[in-house]
């Protein structure tokens, strides 16, 4: 869901015989970017501009070189989106089911 894929890149070695050897470097961490715009679309605005704007801040720390505040961040952001997806998903079923569980009474 983190969009790293403009940071990977590929170490080319060449060794004394003339063989050149590609390794392939890892991304770096997740930023749970596509998690937190669809909290933002779909389920709750408020934590879903919060998961956007941590996600943003662990690309930007990453950029820079700052891999555990990246990962920290990235890691909020999807606990701030699961939060949102879990508050919006208890209110509506508090409201489809609370006139169930508590009626009105005819006075």
Not at 23 to 46: D, E, K, W
Not at 48 to 74: E, F, M, P, T, W
Not at 85 to 100: D, E, N, Q, R
Request: glycine share 8%; hydrophobic share 40%; charged share 10%.
């Amino acid at each position: 869901m983190g969009s790293w894929s403009s940071l990977d890149f590929e170490v080319v070695t060449t060794q004394p015989d003339g063989t050149n050897l590609s390794q392939h470097t890892p991304h770096g961490p997740r930023s749970y970017m596509g998690l937190a715009v669809v909290v933002l679309v779909c389920f709750n605005i408020p934590f879903g501009i919060v998961a956007v704007i941590l996600s943003v801040k662990s690309n930007h720390d990453y950029q820079k070189g700052n891999c555990q505040g990246a990962k920290r961040k990235g890691k909020a952001s999807m606990a701030v989106s699961v939060l949102g997806i879990l508050s919006t998903m208890t209110a509506i079923l508090l409201v489809i089911f609370w006139p169930a569980i508590y009626p009105q009474s005819k006075s």
